[in-house]
């Protein structure tokens, strides 16, 4: 059971290309995120998909978007890569459609993609 | 708005010390509240959880005490390995902020 899995794991960009991140899980689960990790800060969320077809901001959306291809994949794009998006990306998933009312919904994390915009 | 603050690390004990990690919240209404756990060159795991208040969520030896009085929700363990060593992560959920987490606290656990 591979569980979230992200590609890649690392990547080198410079100011202005862009590039996708790609994310899948084999774990049947309705939502997935997209995080951003950065040096003295929490992670922060920046897209989720409460189930196929649905996407939505989190708390840093700027400079991203993302897909929900199906079920099982959830990619972030970078359409034009600046310094300030180098960070360590998670991705995570979770069985409960949507944000459960309760809040206690586990999420399940990918083991990250330290991208480098130079 | 809602946050997390959580003890600046890094934090280093002998094996077998006392731990604790501090976290407060600031939040409207009833949050639920989580440890989360990342050892090196992994994503994050869940660790423990409460949602609602003096709920003590315990896993592997850790514990915390949703406290409402107080907006706390500090991590505990009597005796730590070597193999705890890590970042740990204090996260709230909320349905108005979604979910926030603390900047983490590194723990360090010498032989």
């Known amino acids: 059971n591979a569980g979230v899995t992200q590609t890649p794991k690392f990547q080198v960009l410079k100011t202005g290309q862009s590039m996708t991140l790609q994310c899948a899980q084999d774990?049947?689960?309705?939502?997935m995120y997209w995080y951003r990790q950065d040096p003295g800060m929490g992670l922060r969320l920046i897209y989720y998909?409460?189930?196929?077809?649905?996407?939505d901001k989190g708390e840093v959306p700027n400079g991203y978007n993302v897909s929900r291809l199906n079920k099982r994949e959830f990619s972030l794009r970078l359409e034009s890569a600046a310094p300030s998006q180098t960070s360590v990306y998670f991705c995570a998933s979770s069985e409960a459609v949507g944000w459960s009312i309760g809040g206690t919904d586990t999420q399940y994390f990918g083991p990250g993609t330290r991208l480098t915009v130079l | 708005g809602n946050s997390v603050t959580q003890m600046e690390g890094p934090v280093t004990l002998s094996e077998e010390a006392f731990l604790t990690i501090n976290c407060t919240y600031t939040a409207t209404g009833y949050p639920s509240l989580f440890w989360y756990v990342q050892y090196p060159g992994e994503g994050l795991q869940l660790l423990l959880k409460?949602?609602?208040?003096?709920d003590k969520g315990s896993n592997k030896g850790f514990e915390a005490t949703y406290r409402k009085e107080t907006t706390s929700f500090h991590l505990e363990k009597g005796s730590v390995q070597v193999s705890d060593s890590a970042v740990y992560f204090c996260a709230l959920y909320s349905s108005a902020s979604k979910i926030i987490f603390g900047s983490g606290t590194r723990l360090s656990i010498r032989p």
């Open positions: 774990m049947n689960h309705n939502s």
């Open positions: 998909s409460a189930s196929e077809g649905t996407t």
């Open positions: 409460a949602t609602k208040a003096d």
